[in-house]
Structures are given as structure tokens and as C-alpha cells.
């Protein structure tokens, strides 16, 4: 009963030690695909791509129904005017242009804030890997040096 309660003890401990390697560039492409700050810059340079999309855009025609000298009362209400509008605005294409250029410009803006806050949290998560692999290694080599200093040490009190 003891030895089968251990060996089920030894494999749980064993199940929870073993831990997932991940390589740097599985965490990066993470990083990229999963990161709010990442994300909604993203979503900000589609919606400038949008909006320059929308620079060619004409503005709708308007119609319009007025009454005009009526009187505020209803008696004489037949002896005013009614007025009819329809409005169309005509772009000017130096106008479209410009602001064609003026958003895309925005666009870029934010292209770079993204490439910028990009390479910040690529050089963050770059700087603790290899963090993380170095202190793996100085722990390798203090068990190769710990284990050297027990052999040495059994080696003395043989020969004492």
C-alpha cells in the first residue's frame, strides 16, 4: 500500500515538473497574434485604411420641403409659399487629395507606433528568455559543480 501510494505520488510530481519549452519565436509570434496594446493598434490602422477609403466619397443629395411666410395661425395657412430643395455638393479634387494625403499620413502614424510598441515588447520578452536560459545554465553547471565537490568529498573520506 506505502509503494504504490508513492510511486502514484512520484509520477504527480513528476507530471507537474516536466514544463512546456517554448522556443522564442513560438513566444513572439504569440506576442504578435495575442497582445491587447498590439491588437488595438492594429484595429486603429484598419480603420485609417477605412477612412482613406472613404476620402473619394461624394456627400449624399439632400431634398428639402419649406414653408415659407405662413402665418402662425391657420387661417390664411394656404397664403404663404412652399419652397422645394434638392442640393447636391460637387468635390473639388485638390480638396479630396489633400485629405486623401492627410489620412493616410494619420495611417502611418500609427504603422509606426505599432512597428515601435512591437520591437518594445519583442526586445522585453527577448531580454527574459534568455534570462530564464541563462540562470537554466548556471544551474546546470552549479549541479556539475556540486556533484563534482560530493565525489570529491566521498573520495576524501575513503581515503581517510
Not at 513566444?27 to 485604411?49: G, M, R, T, W
Not at 422645394?84 to 509606426?112: C, G, H, V, W
Not at 527574459?128 to 540562470?135: D, K, P, S, V
Request: hydrophobic share 40%; with cysteine; net charge neutral.
Amino acid at each position: 500500500m506505502k509503494k504504490t501510494t508513492l510511486i502514484v505520488f512520484a509520477l504527480c510530481v513528476y507530471s507537474v515538473c516536466t514544463a512546456q519549452v517554448l522556443n522564442l519565436n513560438g513566444i513572439l509570434d504569440s506576442i504578435e497574434a495575442k497582445n491587447p496594446l498590439l491588437l488595438s493598434y492594429q484595429n486603429k490602422i484598419n480603420a485609417d485604411n477605412a477612412l482613406v477609403a472613404s476620402a473619394n466619397t461624394w456627400q449624399a443629395p439632400r431634398a428639402g420641403v419649406e414653408l415659407d411666410n405662413n402665418q402662425y395661425s391657420f387661417e390664411n395657412f394656404y397664403d404663404g409659399m412652399v419652397r422645394l430643395s434638392f442640393m447636391q455638393d460637387f468635390p473639388n479634387r485638390k480638396q479630396i487629395n489633400a485629405e486623401t494625403n492627410y489620412l493616410q499620413s494619420l495611417s502611418q502614424i500609427d504603422i509606426n507606433e505599432y512597428a515601435h510598441q512591437r520591437n518594445k515588447l519583442f526586445s522585453l520578452a527577448k531580454e527574459a528568455y534568455y534570462g530564464i536560459y541563462i540562470m537554466q545554465k548556471d544551474t546546470a553547471i552549479l549541479n556539475q559543480n556540486m556533484q563534482t565537490l560530493q565525489a570529491m568529498i566521498q573520495l576524501t573520506q575513503t581515503l581517510i
